[in-house]
C-alpha cells in the first residue's frame, strides 16, 4: 500500500504541467474537489453509507444515537488543510513562479517538522528515524538541486510554500490526533465538501475562473479526481489510521524522486547523475524510518 500510494501521488506534479496552462490554480482545484464530491456522492448512496453516528457501541438504544458532529468538524478541519490549503498553496505557488523544484525542496520538510510534533499524537521518535529523515531531506534537495533557483523569485511565491508545509504537517497530524478511525466514503464526502466550500468562493474572488477545455484538461481532471482525490488520498487515511504519523510523512521523500523519474520518461527532462545518486540518498533515509526492528528474543531458561 505504501508503494502504490507514493507511486499515484507523485502523479500530482504530472497533473499540474497539463492542468496549469488551462486553468488557474484554485479554479482547477475546485473543479476536482466538486467532480470528487460528484463520483462519491452517489458511491455513498448506492452502498447505504452510514453517517458516523455516537453511541453505536456502548448499549445506547438505536433511537437514541446521533450524528457524531464532532467526529464530522475534525474531519472537515483535516480537510481544509490537506486538500484546499496544502494544495492550494503549491499550485499558487508555481502559477506565481515558484519552480517546482523550490515547492518540493520546501513542502519536504515535511517529514522533518511532523517528527518534530509527533508526541502531539503520542509518537516517539527514535535516533535511527531522525537520521532517515534527514537523510531522506538531503536526498530530495539533491533530486532538486538543479531545479531549485530563486532567482526572481517573490515573497509571496515562497510564503505560499511554507504555507502549504505549514498545512500538511497540521493536516497529518490532526487527523492523526482526532479522527484517525471513518469510513472510508463518509470521509471522502466531508473532507472534500468541505475543501470545495473554501476553495469555490476563493477561485470566485481571486480568479477569472477561465478554463480551457481540451483534451490535456480533461485528462487531468479526470486523473485528479479518480486516482488522485479518491485513489491516493484513500490510501493515505488508510496509512495515517495504521501507521505513525512520521513514518507515513516520511513517504513523501519519495514524491520528487518518483516524479523526475515519470518527467524522464513523459517528457524527455534531464535525470542528472546528482538527481540519481539523490534517490538513492532519499530511499535509503525512507528505510530507516519505516523500518521495523524485530523484538529482542526472549531468553531461554
Known sequence: ???????????????AKYGMPNAEPLTFLAWRFGGTLLVMLPVALLTGTPWPVRGASDGVHDA?????????????????????????GVWAAIKQGAPAGLAALI?????LLTALFARVVGEPVSRRQWLGLLCGFVGVGLVVANKVGVRGIGAGAVALCVLSLLAITAGTLYQKRFCAHFDLRVGTLVQFGAAFAVTLPAAWALETMQVRWNAEMLGALAWSVLALSIGAISLLFLLIRHGAATKVSSLMYLTPPTTAVMAWLLFGETLSPLSAAGMVVAALGVALVIERRAAPAAPVS
Open 1 to 15: 500500500m505504501p508503494w502504490w500510494f507514493v507511486l499515484i501521488w507523485s502523479t500530482g506534479f504530472i497533473v
Open 64 to 88: 437514541a444515537r446521533r450524528i457524531d458532529w464532532p467526529l464530522i468538524a475534525h474531519l472537515a478541519v483535516s480537510g481544509i488543510l490537506i486538500q484546499a490549503v496544502y494544495l492550494g
Open 107 to 111: 513542502v519536504g520538510i515535511q517529514p
